[in-house]
């Protein structure tokens, strides 16, 4: 029967052997998917209407033992539905209720915040928090600045080869700027590899400045220092935050 049928294709719609297997192979193919919207359809009504009698049964549960005798006759069913369905908005709304509330409390909880620790205290540990700045860049600021004897003013780290301004803003930004010097260098009797230690101090311009206090038996105030004809008073304000007499 199968072969008359392809010879019925191949005589009246034209069919090649091979386009005449193939519509036959399709049409049990077309059948089953036409099948699939109905049992679906059929599938999703067996689990509706068994819901529908777990709900029945869970409002027959509900109304046991009230006041009123659960019948059909007495209560109809889509009262019990919306009944059952009330209470169980009660309950969400309840959940909703205590979501909010342990929310609420949890914004209004103060997140615990670090120690705010100026600048002149942080060491090359605590520096690395700074986005940019890791062990060797941070071990040259905390150098830098411990060699003078700490900044007088905040434009001094841009003389760490390394930091630029925005770089700069960031660690002021995690440690707040304090003008601050710890440690003053006393000119009348500090001695000459002593003085060359100092970062803005070369060795040359140290031993003209000690053989000035040799020749002139010490120096009064940093006034004095202009009396030494290579120093311009742009050299000695610069110094002179570090200087005790």
């Known amino acids: 029967m199968g072969n008359k049928f392809i010879h019925f294709l191949k005589l009246y719609f034209g069919f090649t052997q091979r386009e005449a297997r193939g519509f036959v192979l399709v049409i049990p193919l077309?059948?089953?998917l036409y099948l699939i919207p109905t049992s679906l359809d059929r599938f999703y009504q067996n689990q509706t209407d068994r819901e529908?009698?777990?709900y029945l049964e869970y409002a027959r549960i509900y109304f046991d033992g009230q006041d009123a005798a659960f019948?059909?006759?007495?209560?109809?069913?889509?009262?019990?539905?919306?009944?059952?369905?009330?209470?169980?908005?009660?309950?969400q709304q309840d959940n909703q209720d205590d979501k909010n509330a342990e929310s609420s409390?949890?914004?209004?909880?103060?997140?615990p915040r670090l120690n705010e620790v100026?600048?002149?205290?942080?060491?090359?540990v605590v520096l690395q928090m700074v986005s940019g700045i890791g062990p060797v860049l941070s071990s040259r600021i905390v150098a830098f600045r411990d060699n003078l004897g700490g900044f007088y003013?905040?434009?001094?780290?841009?003389?760490v080869y390394g930091i630029d301004p925005d770089l700069a803003d960031k660690i002021y930004e995690a440690f707040p700027f304090e003008a601050r010097v710890t440690r003053k260098i006393?000119?009348?009797?500090i001695d000459l590899k002593g003085l060359a230690q100092h970062p803005y101090i070369k060795y040359g311009?140290?031993?003209?400045?000690?053989?000035?206090?040799?020749?002139?038996?010490?120096?009064?105030?940093?006034?004095?220092?202009?009396?030494?004809?290579?120093?311009?008073?742009?050299?000695?304000?610069?110094?002179?935050?570090?200087?005790?007499?």
Do not use: C, M
């Open 30 to 32: 077309l059948f089953f």
């Open 52 to 54: 529908y009698e777990n």
């Open 71 to 91: 019948t059909e006759d007495v209560i109809h069913p889509q009262q019990i539905q919306i009944e059952v369905a009330e209470n169980f908005q009660d309950e």
């Open 105 to 111: 409390n949890r914004n209004n909880r103060q997140v």
């Open 118 to 124: 100026p600048f002149h205290e942080t060491d090359a």
């Open 153 to 159: 003013t905040k434009e001094q780290i841009l003389e």
């Open 186 to 189: 006393n000119l009348n009797e």
């Open 205 to 245: 311009e140290a031993k003209v400045i000690l053989a000035y206090r040799k020749q002139h038996g010490g120096l009064k105030n940093s006034g004095d220092l202009l009396k030494i004809k290579i120093f311009n008073e742009e050299w000695v304000n610069r110094l002179a935050p570090y200087l005790v007499f």
